[in-house]
């Protein structure tokens, strides 16, 4: 009982926690050349020209011919904003991923004492039918018994 609010407790703190690690992540990401080109710039990118694609079409105006890239800046800022926010995504989805399988272990775990439960009742049922069975033979054995015996009200007389 104890451990289910402390995993609440650890499972909110990770989410509490991830919210400043992706503003820091991002920072980080605008100042250093390699997350800025390969990590942050690519997806803003792509994003940028689906969104201007989806735009065109959705209001008609058909497929763009070119669509003009982001200025740096522009797609640092945007490409950073995505990352924070997956790595806020991941968090939660792992933790939503974590309490699924914490709750299938111990939802298994009961079922694995109710059919051992069960298992041993069945037992038990098994061993009351055999004891029926022997005090039943010993009853016909005794009325058989009785009934051969003779009468001792005859042998008097």
Known sequence: MVAFPMIKLVSLAMKQVSKPLAKRIQSLAKRNNFLRRYICMPPAQLHHWLEI?????????????????????????????????????????????????????KDEQHEDIQT???????????????????????????????????????SKR
């Open 53 to 105: 694609n989806l735009k065109m079409r959705s209001l008609g105006l058909g497929n763009p011919k070119k669509v003009e890239r982001l200025s740096e800046d522009a797609a640092v800022e945007l490409g950073a904003e995505m990352l924070g926010e997956g790595i806020v995504f991941s968090v939660a989805v792992g933790t939503i991923v974590f309490e699924y399988w914490r709750q299938s272990k």
């Open 116 to 154: 051992e439960g069960i298992k041993q009742l069945n037992e038990r049922v098994s061993e009351l039918e055999i004891l029926l069975e022997q005090q039943d033979a010993r009853i016909r054995e005794m009325n058989r018994i009785v009934v051969a015996l003779p009468t001792g009200s005859s």
